[in-house]
């Protein structure tokens, strides 16, 4: 069974980090063709994908907020990281991970981030 | 590329067939997929590949379309089918649609 859950600080101030964490299980990144990805959705609006890595290590970023985010993977492949830099209000929104097969098919249940002073 | 959903808001009747409309900028090549989302939750995958019925999801959800213009079709509207739908492609690049809210009359 595959589940996958996020993790972050709830609420966090301007121009801070935010740190982002996905735990999943069912699966392995290390597994040719495994990719995870990050998809964002402010309250009341559509989603925006941000950011996914493969099984091999490599990263591909969304091009309108690249230069702002950083997504990696832990040792053990079942855990996904993606930081944010530099975040203001209008990155306040639900965050969430999937699973990606060109499409995603696999979804967290998604965190609440709140950037707020 | 950039996806237009129409109509951005939808409101029928138990029973009624519905149609909502995805139109892509460019030409999509059929890597279309469907997300419906309750309110409240994650998405959830309907449809992929245009056509392909994901795994669970009941026989009266159905995909069509090619090129730049897709559909998606509930063929007889159930109150638990209340939620917002989006269309997503990953032909180049992942961009997702601005949702159709489907509501019952």
């Known amino acids: 069974q595959v589940t996958l859950k996020e993790s972050g600080p709830g609420m966090l101030q301007p121009s801070k980090t935010l740190s982002l964490t996905c735990s999943f299980s069912g699966f392995s990144l290390s597994t040719s063709g495994m990719v995870v990805s990050w998809i964002r959705q402010p309250s009341g609006k559509s989603l925006e994908w941000l950011a996914a890595?493969?099984?091999?290590?490599?990263?591909y970023y969304n091009p309108s907020l690249k230069s702002r985010l950083t997504v990696s993977k832990d040792t053990s492949n079942t855990q996904v990281f993606l930081k944010i830099t530099s975040v203001d209000i209008a990155d306040t929104a639900t965050y969430y991970c999937a699973r990606i097969k060109g499409y995603f098919d696999y979804w967290g249940q998604g965190v609440m981030v709140t950037v707020s002073s | 590329i950039q996806l237009t959903q129409s109509p951005s808001l939808l409101s029928a009747s138990v029973g009624d067939r519905v149609t909502l409309s995805c139109k892509g900028s460019q030409n999509i090549n059929n890597y279309l997929a469907w997300y419906q989302q309750k309110l409240g939750e994650a998405p959830k995958l309907l449809i992929y590949?245009?056509?392909s019925l994901q795994t669970g999801i009941p026989s009266r959800f159905s995909g069509s379309g090619s090129g730049t213009d897709y559909t998606l079709t509930i063929s007889s509207l159930q109150p638990e089918d209340v939620a917002t739908y989006f269309c997503y492609q990953y032909n180049n690049g992942l961009t997702f649609g601005s949702g159709t809210k489907l509501e019952i009359k």
């Open positions: 890595i493969d099984w091999d290590g490599d990263k």
């Open positions: 590949n245009t056509n």
